[in-house]
């Protein structure tokens, strides 16, 4: 710990009473200033390792046997302290993310004093950007950078999405999970079992192929991807699905309908089949939002959403996140 004190004598103006001393460094405002170095480390136990406040007090205090004892209120403010000083790099992920060639897009939802509001992600695998909005659809996306978007989108099957970009991908994942649960639930049909197989054939061969591969095989597997849906129809013609289960039915049509967005990686080697990523660093919100249960503020959730979109970045260009936050706080 390095302490440097700054003292000034202080005089009276004798007629008006008027206080003067000579002026101290710029930022030292309060009685006790603290560096970037300690500001960084509370900010980061408590932002992102989701320590709480007043354990994040007692480590720093533990840490410096001590000599350094942060209010929570300082604590409380390295928040709002961190997105202000940061916003001009924000501003520059999100052009970049609009100007990208592929864009993976998730939401998840937030709470605010017991009201639903939404967490839109958007990342390119170099740089992620966490928004706090008040929906998703068109009414979230509208301010997100999928906005002016001219390349292809990776997402979940939210049709909102389909209003924006060039071309899509939907996120094969979701689909065999659904595939799993079809399985589970009509055992007498054979359609759902063959297309899971198929579409862990395709993962394999596009793995393999990292290049491309080529025109003449994809063909072969589109082929093979329509037969099975013909299938489909043909068995649920013969065996009419309940109302109690209407998920294998409803997920044969989609998957005929939007054939075009669940293949497209097939062709464009560049593309990932899935949307993982997104799911995966939506995660690190949701694990924020159990931690404090229920948020207090639309700029509290704003706040968290700015920590993540500075520090996931930087973790994907394989920076020190410490050095990060550290570098924001000398500003």
């Given amino acids: 710990v390095n302490v440097n004190d700054y003292i000034a004598d202080e005089y009276r103006n004798r007629k008006t009473g008027t206080r003067v001393h000579a002026p101290f ?3 030292i ?49 390295l928040s709002s302290e961190f997105s202000a000083n940061t916003e001009a790099e924000r501003a520059k992920i999100f052009s970049l993310l609009t100007h990208s060639d592929i864009l993976y897009s998730d939401a998840t939802v937030s709470n605010i004093n017991g009201k639903r509001k939404a967490v839109i992600l958007c990342t390119d695998k170099e740089h992620v950007l966490y928004q706090h909005l008040d929906h998703k659809g068109h009414d979230g996306l509208s301010q997100t950078p999928v906005k002016d978007f001219k390349g292809t989108i990776v997402h979940d099957h939210d049709k ?20 799993v649960g079809a399985i589970e639930n009509e055992p007498n049909l054979k359609w759902h079992k063959q297309m899971h197989d198929l579409l862990q054939k395709m993962i394999h061969i596009a793995k393999k192929n990292k290049t491309g591969i080529p025109d003449e095989q994809v063909n072969k597997l589109t082929s093979k991807y329509i037969s099975i849906l013909e299938l489909a129809a043909n068995e649920y013609e013969n065996n009419p699905p309940t109302k109690d289960y209407m998920d294998g039915f409803n997920l044969q049509k989609r998957l005929r309908e939007y054939q075009e967005h669940h293949l497209y990686f097939l ?17 690190k919100f949701k694990r924020k939002q ?14 968290i959403c700015d920590a993540l979109t500075i520090i996931e970045t930087a973790k994907m260009q ?13 500003k």
């Fill in 160 to 179: 909102s999405y389909y209003s924006y970009g060039s071309s899509h991908q939907e996120c094969i994942a979701h689909i065999l999970r659904y595939l």
């Fill in 29 to 77: 405002i309060n009685d006790v200033n603290y560096g970037a170095s300690v500001k960084a480390l509370a900010f980061l136990l408590n932002d992102y390792y989701n320590v709480s406040i007043a354990k994040t007090r007692q480590c720093i205090s533990d840490l410096t046997k001590g000599i350094v004892n942060l209010s929570t209120g300082t604590i409380c403010n």
């Fill in 290 to 303: 159990k931690q404090a249960v229920v948020l207090r503020s639309d700029s509290g959730g704003q706040h």
């Fill in 25 to 27: 460094p710029a930022g």
């Fill in 318 to 330: 394989n920076k020190n996140i410490y050095d990060v936050v550290e570098a924001a706080f000398i």
């Fill in 267 to 283: 062709k464009h080697p560049d593309v990932d089949y899935t949307n993982n990523i997104s799911e995966r660093e939506l995660r």
